[in-house]
């Protein structure tokens, strides 16, 4: 009964250091992949700044927002 005890307690060792280990290993995988993401993402967002029609394409989505929240408020008001 005891040598049951014993294996039954080295089995749950050995499983939880596995658990562990990969939880440990995963994490640091998946925190690596996401900085990667974001480094990758910056790159590209600041090539994409640099193109002059992305810029006018901001700038007049922008003013299409804006005049288009001031005539709703307008007619709302109205």
Not at 23 to 52: G, H, M, N, P
């Amino acid at each position: 009964m005891e040598q049951i005890d014993i294996l039954r307690k080295k089995d749950a060792v050995f499983w939880y250091v596995i658990l562990i280990f990969f939880s440990y290993f995963f994490l640091f995988r998946i925190k690596d992949s996401l900085l990667t993401v974001r480094f990758v993402l910056q790159r590209f967002l600041w090539e994409a700044w640099q193109d002059l029609t992305l810029i006018i394409l901001i700038v007049a989505a922008i003013a299409s927002l804006g005049l288009g929240i001031k005539t709703e408020v307008c007619l709302v008001l109205i």
